[in-house]
Every structure is written in structure tokens, then in C-alpha cells.
């Protein structure tokens, strides 16, 4: 079946590099996304990476997509205390009116230590 | 451009109370959806439409029903709110297929 999997907390100080990992298991997936959700606030859409590419880089955000093993991550250089959050991964899954459903996983929660 | 709105963004309801959720988004947004997030659980799909006066089921649809009578409204029913329905409600909507924008919630406690 469709699932997404990721750790539940991860803590690093200000300035420190982030890493946030996921797993997968659709290997047909479309797209696969890295969403932020601030504290009583809705999701925010940080990026997402095509299946056909290695990697990803936007800013001080990296993704990196290696599809033989089904595994994404999420790096966040320079990380800020703005940066606390949990980080949902999610993939496409095909819904058969010709949309695409998400499939999240149950997110990381970033904190960062001033 | 208020992007996509929720209200209420807080309700407290009786078990056996009925009650509406209320999406609307300003973008001419063809795809809209409803998820729950609960605890350690990530976001549940649990209706979605694809345009104008369609809907469909997705992972979790027993319990709520809903309409889009309007493009840019995607209203979320519980008819006999139950305590199993305690959660954060989500609503969002895509233009491309690939991109979902998401509301700010609407945090529901069923007592």
C-alpha cells in the first residue's frame, strides 16, 4: 500500500544544517513534496521535486531524491529559529477522477536552539 | 487575493449536533479537497471534487458529506458529529494538478 514515513522529532542549533529524511513506497509517484506547518497555522507548500531529478535547490533549501531507494530528504542550510516547524513529506498518489490525492506523512518537528 | 479561507477556525460541538465547514478560495481553483490531521496520524484525505457540482469519496469519507455548488466554495458537513471526529480540518485546492494550496484550519472538538 501507500505510505510515507519520517521521524517525529529532530532538534539543531541555529546555524547548524537540517536534515529532515522521508520514505516512501509509491514508486509512481508524480511529485513529492516538502510542506511546512507553522504552530495553529495551515501547511505552506516549501517545494517539491519532479521523480525525474536527483536534486533540488531552492535558496537555503536542498532536496535530494534518490528513487532506487525511495528516499527523500529535506536540508535546510543555515537554520533559524523562523525555521521551527514540523515538515510534512508527501507524495502523490492517483485518485481515479483524474486528480491526485497527497499522501503525507506524519511529520518531523524541526526545533531549533537558539 | 485572500488565497484559500476557512471558517469557523474554532467550533465545539455536542455528540449528535450537525454543522458545516465553509472552504473558499479566490483563485479559480478547479480542484478542491478536505483532509483531517490528527495526531501523529499526517493529513487524511477525506473528500475531494474535481469541479463544479462533483465530489468524490477519499480515505476517510464516513461521517461527512459534501457540496460544491460553486466554484470557489467546497462546504464540509457532519450531520451527527460524533467525538471520533475531534480533529483539524483542512481544506485546499489546485489549479495544476501537482500544486495544492492549503486553508488555516478549522479546529473541531466534538464532546
Known amino acids: 500500500g501507500e505510505d510515507v514515513e519520517q521521524s517525529l522529532f529532530l532538534s539543531v542549533r541555529e546555524g547548524d544544517s537540517s536534515v529532515i529524511n522521508c520514505t516512501y513506497t509509491d514508486s509512481s509517484s508524480t511529485y513529492l513534496y516538502w510542506y511546512k506547518q507553522e504552530p495553529g497555522a495551515g501547511l505552506q507548500l516549501l517545494t517539491y521535486?519532479?521523480?525525474?531529478?536527483d536534486m533540488k535547490q531552492d535558496q537555503r533549501l536542498t532536496v535530494l531524491l534518490n528513487k532506487k531507494d525511495k528516499h527523500l530528504s529535506l536540508r535546510i542550510a543555515d537554520t533559524q529559529t523562523g525555521d521551527s516547524a514540523i515538515y510534512f513529506c508527501a507524495e502523490t498518489g492517483h485518485l481515479t477522477s483524474g486528480t491526485y490525492k497527497y499522501i503525507f506523512g506524519t511529520g518531523t518537528r524541526l526545533k531549533v536552539l537558539a | 487575493n485572500a488565497g484559500v479561507t476557512q471558517t469557523p477556525k474554532f467550533r465545539v460541538l455536542k455528540t449528535g449536533q450537525s454543522m458545516t465547514l465553509l472552504c473558499a478560495q479566490d483563485?479559480?481553483?478547479?480542484?478542491m479537497y478536505w483532509y483531517r490531521q490528527d495526531p501523529g496520524m499526517g493529513l487524511r484525505l477525506i473528500h475531494y471534487?474535481?469541479?463544479?457540482?462533483?465530489?468524490a469519496k477519499g480515505e476517510v469519507p464516513d461521517g461527512y458529506n459534501v457540496s460544491r455548488l460553486k466554484k470557489q466554495n467546497f462546504l464540509l458537513g457532519l450531520e451527527s458529529a460524533a467525538p471520533s471526529q475531534t480533529s483539524v480540518y483542512f481544506c485546499?485546492?489546485?489549479?495544476?494538478?501537482?500544486?495544492?494550496?492549503f486553508g488555516p484550519g478549522t479546529r473541531l472538538t466534538v464532546t
Open positions: 485546499a485546492s489546485s489549479g495544476r494538478r501537482y500544486e495544492q494550496y
Open positions: 521535486i519532479f521523480s525525474n531529478m
Open positions: 471534487s474535481v469541479g463544479e457540482g462533483t465530489t
Open positions: 483563485m479559480n481553483h478547479e480542484y
